[in-house]
Structures are given as structure tokens and as C-alpha cells.
């Protein structure tokens, strides 16, 4: 069973850059697919991107594409999240999620994802 631990949350102004980490233990992490989720305040969960379990095909919801990379080092069991130009509405828990499905490379609902981390705090002030 994976546990997964993310960091790098804070609070930063509108513009600027955090990059989140997400630590696996207790599994095979290339086996998984990779993902990204936050939960804005007031909101539902919505998906941020996710990556293959190779890290060579991911994919982005629109509203963070051309702003944040996912990536990932199998070898350090860790998922990044780089984000750039952040925004106000981007502010949320962030939260990073494996998924063993061996359907496809890589899934937006969160239905998909089997474990999930403790999440991370996001601010960006104006």
C-alpha cells in the first residue's frame, strides 16, 4: 500500500512560483499513475494534472496549462508539481494521488486514484 507524503505548500504573491513534492513509500512507484488534485475553498476537488507512469505523457486542466509542469523521478519515488505565474484562483489544498489502474496512461477523475496524500496548503495573495 502507498503512502504518499506531499510539501512545499505556502503562501506566495500573485506572479510567483512554488514547486510541491510528493514523497512515495511502501510500493512500486513507477507501477502508478501520478496525479494532482487541489480543492479551492468552498469548492469540490477538481483535477490539475496528471503523468504517466514512464513521466512521458501528461496532461493538464486548462486552467493551469502553460503555468504548471508535472513531472517525475521514479528513481526518488517523487512526483513535482512546478507551478509558475501562480494566481489568486489558485489558491487550495493541493493533493497528490496514485492510481493501479492499468487502463490508460494517466486519468482525471478522482474515482481513478486508489491513495491519496495528506495534502498541502496553497495561498497566492493579490
Known amino acids: 500500500q502507498v503512502q504518499l507524503v506531499e510539501s512545499g505548500g505556502g503562501l506566495v504573491q500573485a506572479g510567483g512560483s512554488l514547486r510541491l513534492s510528493c514523497a512515495a513509500s511502501?510500493?512500486?512507484?513507477?507501477?502508478?499513475?501520478m496525479g494532482w488534485f487541489r480543492r479551492p475553498p468552498g469548492k469540490e476537488r477538481e483535477f490539475v494534472a496528471a503523468?504517466?507512469?514512464?513521466?512521458?505523457?501528461?496532461d493538464y486542466a486548462d486552467s493551469v496549462k502553460g503555468r504548471f509542469t508535472i513531472s517525475r523521478e521514479n528513481a526518488k519515488n517523487t512526483v513535482y508539481l512546478q507551478m509558475n505565474s501562480l494566481k489568486p484562483e489558485d489558491t487550495a489544498v493541493y493533493y497528490c494521488a496514485a492510481s493501479g489502474d492499468y487502463s490508460g496512461s494517466y486519468y482525471y477523475s478522482p474515482l481513478r486514484y486508489d491513495y491519496w496524500g495528506q495534502g498541502t496548503q496553497v495561498t497566492v495573495s493579490s
Open positions: 511502501r510500493g512500486t512507484f513507477s507501477s502508478y499513475v
Open positions: 503523468i504517466s507512469r514512464s513521466g512521458y505523457s501528461t
